[in-house]
């Protein structure tokens, strides 16, 4: 089993719906909470990071942790044609000898159309 | 400043043949990453380095892949005896504390 776990979708919306993004995790020392955007052919971009259980909001993004149930959402508000990408949800443990390193979800494909 | 920079783009390479990558992170970033991501995944991690000091590896990271990142400035992988399921997308990230910043990638394709 899978650290992270991602719903690989695809997910395919009209513009303007509202999107959930999901993942589960197993390992308890996750501590942070990232959410990237990947274009085709591109690298991850940060979207959202988040340590605490709770809502964060940056716009038309809102991200979920619960960490109770080891579960992270990520919400778009009005979903853009230019929001169309791969959505990977990110995570590290605090401090110790994890250094910082990343454990990914698979990804989600979204396609918004017009 | 213009973000992590990765070269080349594309590789590619026949099966048994050495590569090697490049990877320039953000100046003053002490924190470098390597990740390697195969289509439909997400990342993985391979190797970490503190300024020039690699501190963890991957067991993903076969003895035919070594990294290093003299000065503690930029950093090359590279990867002998490439074989076919070494062909990836091979991430670079570097950090100076919380946040990873990603380059765009190296993508090797082993025929």
């Known amino acids: 089993q899978k650290e992270v776990e991602q719903d690989p979708g695809p997910l395919s919306v009209p513009e303007g719906a509202i999107v959930s993004l999901n993942c589960t995790y197993s390992?308890?020392?996750?501590?942070?909470f990232m959410w990237y955007r990947q274009y085709s052919r591109k690298g991850p971009e940060l979207l959202m990071y988040t340590y605490s259980s709770g809502n964060k909001e940056d716009g038309r993004f809102t991200a979920q942790v619960d960490k109770s149930s080891k579960y992270i959402s990520l919400f778009i508000r009005d979903s853009q044609p230019s929001d169309s990408a791969t959505y990977l949800c990110?995570?590290?443990?605090?401090?110790?000898?994890?250094?910082?390193?990343?454990?990914f979800g698979q990804g989600t494909i979204l396609t918004v159309h017009p | 400043d213009t973000g992590v920079s990765q070269n080349p783009r594309h590789k590619i390479t026949k099966r048994g043949q050495n590569v090697t990558f490049r990877c320039d992170p953000i100046?003053?970033?002490?924190?470098l990453y390597w990740y390697r991501q195969t289509l439909g995944q997400g990342p993985e991690f391979l190797t970490y380095f503190q300024n020039e000091a690699q501190l963890e590896k991957s067991r993903l990271l076969s003895d035919r892949f070594s990294a290093e990142r003299p000065k503690g400035s930029f950093s090359t992988l590279e990867i002998q005896r490439t074989e076919q399921g070494d062909s990836a997308m091979y991430l670079c990230?570097?950090?100076?504390?919380?946040?990873?910043?990603f380059g765009a990638g190296t993508r090797l394709s082993v025929l």
């Open positions: 990230a570097s950090s100076s504390r919380d946040i990873q910043y």
């Open positions: 100046s003053e970033h002490n924190r």
């Open positions: 990110a995570m590290k443990e605090a401090g110790g000898t994890s250094y910082g390193k990343l454990t």
């Open positions: 390992n308890s020392a996750f501590q942070y």
